[in-house]
């Protein structure tokens, strides 16, 4: 039998957890480096124009999706297209598309838990060496710890809306807030740290093309967790009385700020380990960011605060990183098990251990994916390339559907929904 329907306990409770998930790698690691490579302020104008223009409105068309029909994705599209099935398959890929990402953000998040281990284990020197990441992602005891964050995800899930996300945001959500604020401080009394910010605080029209604008509109989707029935679900947990646009501002202003801070810290970080930088080398992909680079930024701090002190810069940085994911993974995973609950009937409990199961069986090929296995290494070729498991998760569903779904909930709302008021 059916319980009743989660619900946050106040707008501020609904507020953090929007922000909770919203916040994630794509703020606080691909916004600094997609603003640096793309003429710093002229990026970040393009970028407030499209969150304010496009992504707002497509917010509080989630949100209401959601709120007015009390449903997942799946049922929120089916009800409010009076069942039609094209619409519901579009609700589907809605849930199937979290789904897959959650597998390959499941992975990304327990490097970082290794990450912040081997650092407090006073081995920030060996993570600054560009072999390490290789090595570290191949060890087969990421296993243990893939088994320690999936129970730690499922028990604060098991404690549903109130008593496990908003539980989870209202904790985690101001300490990131704090981190992230200290953190930058610190990082702007180094030497050179005016390079970065003048890099990144002045505008460079000159790097205008379609793709940087195409770029803006994707990162600012991703990073507002659009367009995958987040904002969906979630808006169905918010209460019937209180306004949605006020809150929904705040989680967008919330968002977008967390992102131009990130700036203000990467950037000069990089600036005052080198300060001859050459913005073109920074175009290694987010992930070859933090888990490369960074941990040499860290390093290099150690002339200014000694081993002990670049270590310590470093653990804050890197649990700040993992916070960030935990709260933005947990959101991802709410998805299916919201649509588990309304639409299979299952309670909570059974839903979160459905959901469990599931996402190990496809989390355990992913994590063997880089070097311990080489079946799921060397999975597929595609473009000319060998592809292992996680590549083809993330190409198809982070790289293809995703933006897809997005465009999805725009048109759904255009042609189905505002045309029926
Ligand atoms: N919005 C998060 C970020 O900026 C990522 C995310 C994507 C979270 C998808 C939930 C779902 O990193």
């Not at 691909?30 to 223009?53: D, E, H, R």
Request: hydrophobic content about 55%; some cysteine.
């Amino acid at each position: 039998m059916a319980e009743a329907r989660g619900q946050f306990s106040s707008k501020l409770g609904f507020i953090l957890a929007a922000a909770g998930s919203a916040v994630g790698l794509g703020n606080i690691v691909a916004f600094p480096v997609m603003a640096s490579k793309n003429g710093g302020a002229a990026f970040l104008i393009i970028y407030l124009l499209f969150i304010a223009f496009i992504c707002y409105p497509v917010m509080l068309a989630e949100i209401s999706m959601g709120r007015h029909t009390n449903r997942n994705p799946v049922g929120a599209f089916s009800e409010l297209s009076a069942g039609h099935p094209g619409w519901r398959l579009a609700g589907i890929l809605a849930i199937l598309t979290p789904f897959m990402i959650a597998v390959f953000y499941t992975v990304i998040t327990v490097w970082l838990v290794v990450y912040v281990k081997e650092i407090a284990f006073g081995r920030l020197d060996l993570l600054s060496n560009e072999s390490t990441f290789g090595e570290v992602v191949a060890r087969p005891s990421l296993f243990g710890y893939l088994l320690g964050l999936l129970g730690l995800i499922f028990t604060i899930l098991l404690g549903g809306v109130k008593g496990g996300i908003e539980r989870l945001a209202r904790v985690l959500m101001p300490t990131l807030a704090v981190m992230l604020v200290a953190l930058t401080l610190f990082v702007l009394t180094l030497d050179n740290a005016v390079a970065g910010i003048r890099y990144y605080l002045v505008p460079d029209f000159s790097r205008m093309d379609l793709s940087v604008i195409n770029g803006a509109l994707s990162q600012a989707f991703f990073s507002l967790s659009l367009g995958m029935g987040i904002l969906i679900t979630y808006g169905s947990y918010f209460s019937q009385q209180d306004s949605i646009s006020q809150s929904t501002r705040m989680v967008a202003v919330a968002d977008t700020s967390i992102a131009i801070f990130a700036g203000l810290l990467i950037l000069p970080a990089i600036f005052a380990f080198d300060p001859n930088t050459n913005t073109e080398d920074l175009s290694t992909s987010s992930v070859g960011l933090i888990f490369s680079f960074l941990p040499q930024i860290f390093l290099s701090m150690q002339s200014a605060v000694g081993y002990f002190g670049a270590s310590v810069v470093a653990i804050s940085f890197f649990s700040l990183v993992f916070f960030a994911a935990l709260t933005s993974l947990v959101s991802i995973i709410e998805i299916p098990i919201s649509c588990w609950i309304d639409e299979l009937k299952l309670t909570r409990r059974k839903a979160v251990l459905l959901q469990a199961v599931l996402l190990s069986i496809f989390s355990i090929p992913a994590i063997m994916s880089l070097g311990i296995s080489d079946y799921f290494t060397n999975f597929t070729s595609y473009g000319g390339v060998t592809k292992s498991f996680f590549d083809l998760v993330s190409d198809v569903f982070y790289e293809t559907i995703l933006p897809l779904v997005g465009f999805t909930v725009c048109i759904f709302c255009v042609s189905v929904l505002f045309r029926r008021e």
